[in-house]
């Protein structure tokens, strides 16, 4: 399973940035694909979440100005981020995740570094 992140980078503040993650190894439909984040010294945090059926859930911060989508043909998760703040510099990973009789399975990608600073 490869879970393969891009769209990182420098950004100034209030300004956007994407991030892709590309999916391998997985059916990646039946899968509940989320972006989490840790910032140094801190949990990492759920920022959204989309099943597979497509609905979402985001973390009250990023609502308005975050959004999840998912292209099942493509096999990838997107998280489009407006408005970003100096606070949510972090590393941004994503998930795949899949539950089946209570046990939950969850694969992660190797972080992709966000940094909101002028």
């Known amino acids: 399973v490869q879970l393969v992140e891009s769209g990182g980078g420098l950004v100034q503040p209030g300004g956007p940035l994407r991030l892709s993650c590309a999916a391998s190894?997985?059916?990646?439909?039946?899968?509940?694909m989320g972006w989490y984040r840790q910032a140094p010294g801190k949990q990492r945090e759920l920022v959204a979440d989309i099943t597979r059926g497509g609905n979402t859930n985001y973390a009250d911060s990023v609502k308005g100005r975050f959004t999840i989508s998912r292209d099942n043909a493509k096999n990838t998760v997107y998280l489009q981020m407006n408005s970003l703040k100096p606070e949510e510099t972090a590393v941004y990973y994503c998930?795949?995740?899949?539950?089946?009789?209570?046990?939950?399975?969850?694969?992660w990608g190797q972080g992709t570094q966000v940094t909101v600073s002028s």
């Open positions: 998930n795949a995740n899949f539950t089946l009789a209570a046990i939950r399975t969850d694969y």
């Open positions: 190894g997985i059916t990646f439909s039946v899968y509940t």
